[in-house]
Every structure is written in C-alpha cells, then in structure tokens.
C-alpha cells in the first residue's frame, strides 16, 4: 500500500507566522494536489504540480514539488485565520486513461489563532 | 467547477438499518467517486461509479455492504447496509471532469456526516 505520510499532523499558530507542511512518500507520482477543507465541507483543490522541482505561488501559499516526485511541501506565509482548516495532499500515478487511484495524504489540521 | 449537491448532510441511525446517501451534480460527468473519512482524517476511496457499468470497488469495500446506483450522469447514490457504529464516518461524494490524472481535478460535495447508534 503506497502511503503519503503529512506531517506535521497538528499544528496550532498564532496569526501572522509561517508554517511549513510537508508531504512524503516512497512512490513516485505522476502529479500532487493540495486541497483544504473546512468543517462541514468538502475538500477544494488549491493546487497541482506536475513537474519535479515545479513550485507554484497562491498567494501567501508556496507549493514546491519534490525533484523526485516523492515529496511535496506547502508554506504559508503571514498565516491567517481563514487559514484554518485539514490541509490534504494527494498523488495521482499514472498519465492517462480512466484510472482511479488518487492517493489521499494522511491529512495536517492548522489552526491559526487571531 | 462543478456544483454537487449531497443529502442527507448528516443523519443518526440506529443498527442494522441502512441509509441512502445522494449526490447530485449540475453537468455531465463521467466519473464519481465516493469517499469515506473519519473527522480530521485522511479520506479512504470506497468505489469508483461509472454510468453504464457496475461500481468498481476498493479492497476493503464490497457491494453489499456498500450498493452503488449510477442511473446517469449527473447523478449517484450510495448505500450504507446493515449499520453497525463502525459504519459511523463522513461520506463524501466526488466528481472527475478529466480521466487524464496529469490535469485532473476533483470537485467534492460537502459531505454526509453519519452517526450510528
């Protein structure tokens, strides 16, 4: 069973600080999301990497993928309250085709206190 | 983006009974998935519905326990069978606009929070 472990697993702050999120794995992966979730919601994509090395700017949020494709990372940058929520990573493996095994990360829940 | 309706939000139900879980989406797609997650956790694939064919299912999962409905392509129900309070967990219901898995994005309903009794 291929694994993607997040740590940390809980993280509270206080606002205006910057935290790191960081997303591992053994396996290789075609691609890597990142989605957030609020209580009562359903995850929302913030973002996908491709390549490795490839990092993406949302903001005050900053997504790097691992060179190897094992790994991932999401900064967050002068943290806010709106912040809060399960920060999920997920890969995909594969190129192409009706398949279906988007592997979720184990989930990291930030609060960030005002 | 995708608009996906899910009902019942949240449901208590006592053992043994079961519970049907809808999701509705407001354009055509081809692929739904439905997810189980306990609160704060990861979220667990528990099949893959595609319209026209039998629901493929995870290891752990099985029709039985878990019948899936994909009568057509903006809609799904899930089953929850023969509750026990293992079953209790938040089920969430999920859309693919793109089998490519390079560009794919997933849209999520908001979920159905059950507690079995």
């Known amino acids: 069973t291929q694994l993607l472990e997040q740590s940390p697993q809980f993280l509270s702050i206080q606002e205006g600080e910057n935290l790191t999120v960081y997303c591992n794995s053994s396996?290789?992966?075609?691609?890597l999301q990142w989605y957030r979730q609020e209580p009562g919601e359903g995850p929302v994509l913030l973002v996908t990497?491709?390549?490795?090395?490839e990092v993406k700017k949302l903001k005050r949020l900053t997504f790097q993928f691992g060179d190897a494709r094992k790994d991932s990372s999401l900064h967050i940058t002068a943290a806010q309250p709106g912040d809060t929520g399960l920060y999920l990573c997920a890969g995909a493996q594969g190129y192409g085709g009706a398949t279906n095994k988007l592997i979720f990360g184990t989930g990291t829940l930030l609060a960030v206190q005002p | 983006s995708a608009v996906i309706s899910q009902k019942p939000s949240r449901d208590i139900c006592q053992r043994g009974t079961s519970l049907t879980i809808q999701c509705q989406v407001d354009?055509?797609?081809?692929?739904m998935f439905w997810y189980r997650q306990q609160p704060g956790q990861s979220l667990t694939l528990i099949a893959t519905a595609n319209q026209g064919s039998e629901a493929t299912y995870e290891s752990g999962f099985v029709i039985d326990k878990f019948p899936i409905s994909r009568p057509n392509l903006t809609f799904s129900t899930l089953t929850v069978s023969n509750m026990s309070p293992e079953d209790s967990s938040i089920y969430l219901c999920?859309?693919?606009?793109?089998?490519?898995?390079?560009?794919?994005?997933?849209?999520f309903g908001s979920g159905t929070q059950l507690s079995v009794l």
């Open positions: 354009s055509q797609v081809t692929m």
């Open positions: 999920s859309v693919s606009f793109f089998p490519d898995r390079v560009n794919e994005k997933l849209f």
């Open positions: 396996s290789v992966f075609s691609s």
């Open positions: 990497v491709v390549t490795g090395g």
